[in-house]
């Protein structure tokens, strides 16, 4: 084989590998960023069921849910969510499962479209009606929803950050994988 066709032997190889790397890298990167936006997400939910809906939970358990609670429970509930404002989280609301609003502080933000279930933590994205976001996480707790309604930019600041340290890691490894496979060519 002449110097000439080698060289294009070798070309040919060299686009396919990088196509071929390209293409593996890209899809993984794809899966791999949706993952990572959920593991933000979930990570979200974690913290603020841990750091705003146990507290609350506490509060509202011993409660009957099918009438207002009292004004004493009413305002440990704004204490709770006044230390809490200072953080993310905009807005706390407590629903029972019968329709009654037990609690709400701060801002406005739809109503779930489902309860959730006993013990049962989700979370959304949501808009107000003025069009601001939130990242909205609910626990379900025996005959009543805690709703958590926090600022979505940072979640999705932190959604972001994941993805770009993920697209980073897949390049450089695509890099390397493609030079490895042109050095044993």
Known sequence: MDSRAHRMLHFRFAL?????????AGAYAFVGSNAAAGRERDAASRDTTALVAEPLRA??????KTV???DDVHGNADAIA???GTGAVRGVRVSSDAGVLLYQGGVRF????V????????????????GAKFFVTRLGAEGYTIEVAQDAALI???VASARVSLIA?????????????????
């Open 16 to 24: 396919l590998s990088l196509a071929a790397v390209a293409l593996a």
């Open 59 to 64: 509060l509202f358990d011993p409660v009957d």
């Open 68 to 70: 207002a609670p009292p």
């Open 82 to 84: 006044m230390l809490l």
């Open 110 to 113: 739809p109503a779930p479209a």
């Open 115 to 130: 309860a959730a279930a006993t013990g049962g933590v989700s979370s959304a994205d949501v808009r107000t009606a003025d």
């Open 156 to 158: 999705d600041g932190a």
């Open 169 to 185: 890691t897949v390049i450089a490894f695509a890099i390397g994988a493609w030079l490895l496979v042109q050095g044993a060519f």
